[in-house]
């Protein structure tokens, strides 16, 4: 899950609005009444970053690149990947740094939707939002999300593809996150 890339690109929201798309990939179904406002409208923004991503012909670009058996779950091994460069790009800075503390605070402080309650405390033990500058971590993360589909592992069998394909990957991000932060960002 890449959440470093959906926290800056809502960095410039309420704390409710960051939590809510801090949350969305662990809230199912489009009837959002049960949430205040402000994390709605996060999840909302979530789910809009993910729609432009997954159609961007960049993002359709590098997955027809992945090898046939994994294509199918390239989307999520790229999104791993985005925050890979976030953070190794912008980690540092301390403006990042300030926005992974705020994560982990609103994190910390509310409860999670049942579907990322046991990951939450993990992710912020481990500080995933800082591990994904290194590649080997964010490898480990894209096989740890795919030990929790059903059947065969086709995302630790993507890493391959990911490492003999880091340059243009690389490549791509450098055209798509300035495009999704004009687009996108707050």
Not at 24 to 53: C, E, M, Q, T, Y
Not at 103 to 126: D, F, K, S, T
Not at 133 to 154: I, K, M, Q, S, Y
């Amino acid at each position: 899950m890449n959440f470093l890339a959906h926290a800056c690109l809502a960095r410039g929201g309420s704390d409710a609005f960051l939590y809510g798309n801090l949350i969305a990939d662990g809230v199912k179904g489009s009837d959002l009444g049960d949430w205040p406002g402000d994390v709605a409208a996060g999840i909302r923004h979530h789910r809009r970053v993910d729609a432009v991503v997954d159609s961007h012909p960049i993002v359709l670009a590098a997955r027809a690149r992945a090898p046939c058996p994994g294509r199918r779950y390239a989307g999520i091994a790229l999104d791993l990947v985005w925050d890979h460069f976030v953070a190794r790009d912008h980690g540092p800075d301390r403006r990042n740094q300030a926005l992974i503390r705020r994560c982990y605070r609103l994190l910390e402080e509310r409860p999670a939707p049942a579907r990322l309650a046991n990951m939450v405390p993990v992710l912020i033990e481990q500080d995933w939002l800082n591990g994904y500058a290194d590649f080997e971590f964010t490898c480990a993360a894209v096989a740890g999300v795919g030990r929790r589909l059903r059947g065969p592992n086709r995302l630790a069998e993507l890493i391959p593809w990911l490492e003999a394909d880091y340059v243009a990957l690389e490549q791509d991000f450098a055209r798509l996150w300035p495009e999704l932060n004009h687009r996108l960002g707050l």
